[in-house]
């Protein structure tokens, strides 16, 4: 049984997950966890500093706001309509009554934006007829309802001066002062604040200012000089959120402007501006409907009701931050920015970056236990402590007890107490690793960051992590696998192929008109012929450029055959039919019906054929067979299929201006004008990043909608499929064929699935749904709006950013930004590293907190005292907590990562390997400076010196030698399973830079701020001790690392041994591993 093996959780969402203890608080899954359990795991955390713990995490108060302020805002827009449909309702019944509204011109525009905002809020139709509708309004806008604004700089200028600009007022960050405060909120530094100002206090009175502000102000200066790390820490942090978070909102469209198709920011976007539109988009801001075929809307983002809004002549108001769910068409934009419904509803609610990770949340209950435990060591070790004092037995350098009954007076009992309790206090700080769930956090924010150099934004952080996970990758092919650069390399024409493709001079006058009025009005895609006769512009989906690039080197005038026709009604390409259709209006009168799509489909909705020289043949069996084996022929040379078709259709029988709009072309009985071929060569570089998945033990599946045997030359090609391996069901099948298979049949043949060719968007959802319940972690590219469902049901979904749609996007967990498959595979190695740096990170927090408390407890019970003071535990935090996490967090990924598999969702974080090189340190560390503590006066010669100097020196080299066995073990954290810890190292200046400013501040500290830290300055010699001290560290970590440890965790070995003695637990696990 599959380590990752799941089981069905209603909490889930009905889905599958991962086998885990439903009774285990730090446990979520990584997408859609419930609000009672991020509740729970939050409840159960030990928290020294909620508001910066929790600071990355979902603000579950927030969120129940922000949905307030939604609905307000949402029931503002309704209400205002509700009345303006009353006012509207009252004017019908009283037609004689003819109101002329104002026009109140705004800087050289006959309409001001009082007047616009009013028109789009209410929904004012009656104003826009008086306007002169969408026409009279553009006019009054200055622009140009087929070529749009100029464009020119300073046009836009005065349009954003005039109207506003596409943006809104966000709410700030944190502020550095802010996460100051913060970070001045940790219950133990507030602790040791207290006790600082005590002993600040008690220290002046006995000792008087000059000497007595040494114990309390050094304390004071280590917890400012924390609370100061751990700011600027955070305040990096915040920075890189913030700039991720604009570039997640940084939507990038297609406007006309002067004629032409250009990509502009959502954020450049000005009133008057023409803006296209197609299934998927996200509408830019407030405007008009200028034309649409088949458009409507999902407006639930505005008014909360899920129901899809159809737009027409009559409803032509679209809303900003809708989405479009059908059709096609063209906007006119009349309120940008503030002056919308969505810029009003974006300016209110804050933009939330918290999402707690199932690491963190795994981390926190590692933190939890590791607090409980070390603050019940320190409360141990205190209350020994002050045992030992009160009773005489703490002894001063010079031999005397500190503290004698009757003799020794309130402040001086009273001071020697304190000092303990700030000791005490200072190992829960130590003890406690606050940093290990911030650690994920950063590691985050830094992959993040590496992640959009490398072309992929990231939406969910928890995505990051899962992607180390993944066990297979299910990509589309064009555009992820193929280069997206289509082009017709061969046409099939009237029954023989045209050689080259464009030669239609073969072709009769009828022949060639049929297809030259198929291919310029069933398009989405545009042609613009520059006037100053520049190179032409083809603007439009691959497929649809690659065609239109075609009918160019015809000859097509496309803007004189598209004035010859009128276009009734557009069926948009449907992904699920692959076709999309158009009827035209010739001047003749005479309708035309024209589909395009895949070629095998259409073929089959024909029944006779149009010859070259323009007359209708009925399609015989024979002719059937040569045209699938000319589809054929093209597909197995890796071709994409395409046909053209059409119908003659009487004008009589289309329907009226009100019902045209629910008319189903007929798509039957059609003639078949011809079939392309569409070549889209394979990406450079993606074989090997197959090759890469397969080593890493990813495997790597394309789902595509084209045909199968172009899917399998592709497959070939790319290496997703072996040469050597049979091509046949069920490693290459169709979708309609998975489809139709039971659902348990579909989960036993999903594994076996390479290629799946022919398959819709639920087709790709069923496979989904299959591998997951199968216990893979699986990764899905997609780029259309029904691709959706199965990015939101994937552990991962990863939209395409160039050809994918904002409905993708915003189901999408990854946005891959150049649409390319190698870009894919680097996401998957920085899952990698993100848990790699973690696992580091931890090994190299826990060898300082074991050998910290250690050292501590046993100096504590053996001489009441302890060598490391709360100065110098501080200190050792910043190194461990902050410094530490910087260092080792920010470490990049290496092609090792690659060669391993994934790693499991449910293996532990702290593995046998990472035990074993944490006890090795950890017993060195402690066995060494309690050598030191016990017989260091001895061995470091200092019993000619005087007992007070030779113990401040013993003490020193003892906090000197622990600090530099954590520099040196840091290296060894680098890499926790390599021999050469070494590797790479100068390639991480980030890495070395704090170990270089951690060494030069513990020198400072040692040789100049003595005074704070209660040290001395050491000899060269004693230095030299210390450093080889540290030094063998790392010999000791080579050895250790030639000793085997088990496969299966220790702490399954001991969850067994107790199993063994229990065995109905026995027994209910191996029921549970049986289903």
Request: charged residues 20%; glycine residues 8%.
């Amino acid at each position: 049984m599959e380590s990752h093996q799941r089981l069905y959780d209603e909490e889930y969402g009905g889905g599958d997950v991962e086998i885990c203890s439903s009774s285990d608080t730090f446990d979520i899954p990584a997408k859609n966890a419930s609000l009672d359990r991020l509740r729970r795991w939050r409840q159960a955390s030990l928290v020294l500093n909620a508001s910066r713990r929790f600071r990355y995490t979902l603000d579950l108060r927030k969120g129940e706001e922000k949905e307030k302020t939604r609905r307000k805002i949402r029931a503002h827009a309704q209400v205002i309509r509700a009345a303006f449909l009353f006012k509207e309702a009252g004017k019908r019944e009283a037609p004689d009554i003819v109101a002329v509204r104002p026009v109140d011109p705004a800087a050289g525009f006959l309409i001001g934006v009082e007047q616009l905002n009013t028109l789009t809020r209410e929904h004012d139709i009656s104003a826009l007829q008086e306007y002169g509708g969408v026409k009279g309004l553009s006019i009054m806008l200055k622009t140009d309802v087929d070529r749009g604004v100029s464009g020119d700089d300073a046009e836009l200028s005065h349009r954003r001066a005039v109207f506003g600009a596409n943006t809104y007022p966000r709410k700030k960050g944190r502020s550095f002062l802010r996460l100051l405060w913060e970070a001045s909120h940790d219950l133990t530094l507030n602790i040791l604040m207290v006790a600082a100002v005590l002993s600040l206090t008690l220290g002046m009175i006995t000792e008087g200012v000059s000497q007595g502000w040494y114990d309390g102000g050094s304390i004071s200066f280590a917890i400012i000089l924390v609370i100061l790390v751990t700011a600027t820490s955070d305040y990096r942090q915040s920075l890189q959120f913030q700039h991720l978070n604009e570039e997640k909102q940084n939507i990038h469209l297609e406007v006309i402007r002067g004629g032409r198709r250009v990509k502009a920011s959502i954020f450049d976007l000005v009133v008057g501006d023409i803006v296209p539109l197609k299934i998927g988009d996200q509408v830019p801001a407030d405007g008009l409907m200028i034309f649409g075929h088949s458009l409507a809307f999902d407006e639930s983002s505005m008014t909360g009701e899920t129901k899809i809004v159809p737009k027409d002549k009559r409803t032509p108001f679209l809303m900003s931050g809708c989405k479009v769910a059908d059709g096609y068409g063209t906007m006119l934009v009349t309120a940008v920015g503030i002056n919308t419904e969505w810029g009003l509803l974006m300016a209110n609610i804050s933009t939330d970056n918290g999402e707690e990770t199932p690491l963190q949340v795994r981390l926190s209950g590692v933190t939890n236990f590791i607090g409980i435990l070390g603050s019940t060591v320190a409360g141990v070790v205190l209350l020994v402590l002050w045992i030992r004092y009160f009773t005489g037995n703490t002894k001063n350098d010079d031999g005397t007890p500190q503290f004698v009954n009757h003799q020794t007076g309130f402040k001086e009992a009273f001071s020697g107490a304190l000092r303990l309790l700030t000791v005490a206090v200072t190992i829960v700080v130590v003890a406690v690793p606050e940093g290990l769930p911030l650690a994920v956090t950063l590691t985050l924010a830094y992959s993040m960051r590496k992640m959009m150099n490398d072309k992929a934004l990231v939406r969910r952080l928890s995505s990051c992590e899962t992607m180390g996970s993944a066990t297979t990758i299910c990509s589309d092919k064009t555009g992820t696998l193929t280069m997206n650069q289509m082009t017709v390399v061969e046409a099939y024409l009237g029954g023989m192929k045209l050689d080259p493709p464009d030669n239609v001079k073969m072709m009769s006058a009828t022949a060639s008109t049929l297809l030259i009025e198929g291919i310029a009005q069933n398009t989405t895609g545009s042609v613009f012929l520059p006037e100053d006769g520049a190179a032409v512009e083809i603007t439009g989906p691959p497929t649809e450029k690659a065609i239109l690039s075609w009918g160019v080197k015809m000859g097509i005038d496309f803007h004189d055959v598209r004035s010859k026709s009128s276009i009734l009604h557009a069926i948009p390409f449907n992904s699920e039919k692959k076709r999309g259709g158009v009827a035209v209006q010739l001047p003749d009168r005479n309708v035309h019906i024209h589909w395009k799509g895949a070629a095998e489909l259409v073929l089959a909705s024909c029944n006779s054929w149009l010859s070259l020289d323009g007359l209708v043949q009925p399609m015989s069996s024979d002719k059937v067979n040569e045209y699938k084996q000319a589809i054929e022929d093209m597909a197995v040379s890796s071709l994409r299929c395409v046909a053209f078709a059409y119908l003659p259709y009487n004008l009589e029988n289309v329907p009226n201006e009100e019902e045209i709009e629910k008319w189903e072309l007929p798509e039957d009985e059609l003639i078949l004008l011809g079939v392309v071929g569409i070549k889209d060569p394979c990406r450079p570089g993606v074989k090997d990043a197959v090759k890469l998945c397969s080593t890493a033990g990813v495997k790597v599946r394309m789902v595509t909608g084209d045909n199968i045997q172009t899917a399998k030359a592709i497959a070939l090609e790319c290496g997703i499929l072996d040469s050597g391996i049979a091509a046949t069901e069920p490693t290459v099948i169709e979708g309609k064929a998975f489809r139709a298979m039971p659902e348990e049949a579909r989960v036993a043949m999903a594994e076996k699935i390479t290629v799946m060719g022919r398959s819709s968007p639920n087709d790709k959802l069923l496979l989904v749904q299959a591998l997951r319940r199968k216990g893979h972690v699986v990764a899905v590219t997609g780029d259309g709006t029904n691709d959706a469902p199965a990015l939101h049901e994937a552990d991962i979904g990863l939209a395409m950013g160039i050809q994918g749609t904002e409905v993708a996007k915003e189901s999408s967990d990854i946005i891959i930004l150049d649409d390319n498959f190698a870009t894919v595979v680097k996401v998957v190695r920085w899952g990698r590293s993100v848990y790699a740096n973690i696992q580091k990170f931890i090994q190299f927090q826990l060898t300082v907190n074991v050998a910290a408390l250690v050292i501590n407890v046993i100096a504590s019970m053996s001489s009441g005292d302890v060598p490391l003071n709360a100065v110098q535990l501080l200190w050792i935090n910043l190194i461990m907590d902050t410094l530490g996490a910087l260092a080792l967090a920010t470490e990049p990924p290496t092609d090792k990562l690659m060669k391993r598999n994934p790693v499991g969702r449910r293996e532990p974080l702290i593995t046998n390997i990472m035990w074993r090189n944490l006890f090795i340190q950890a017993v060195y560390q402690v066995t060494i400076l309690q050598v030191f503590n016990f017989r260091g006066r001895t061995i470091l010669h200092l019993n000619h010196e005087s007992r007070d100097h030779a113990e401040k020196v013993k003490n020193t080299f003892i906090f000197n030698t622990f600090v530099l066995c954590q520099i040196f073990n840091e290296f060894n954290a680098r890499k926790p399973d390599e021999k050469n810890v070494f590797r790479g190292v100068t390639n991480n200046k980030f890495f070395m830079g704090i170990i270089g400013i951690t060494f030069i501040f513990q020198v400072l500290i040692i040789e100049f701020l003595g005074k704070f830290t209660s040290t001395v300055r050491l000899n060269w010699k004693l230095w030299l001790v210390s450093i080889v001290i540290g030094l063998v560290s790392w010999p000791l970590d080579l050895a250790g690392k030639h000793i085997p440890v088990p496969n299966i965790p220790y702490l399954e070995c001991f969850s067994r041994c107790f199993r063994r003695k229990n065995p109905s637990q026995d027994e209910e696990a191996e029921r549970l591993e049986s289903t």
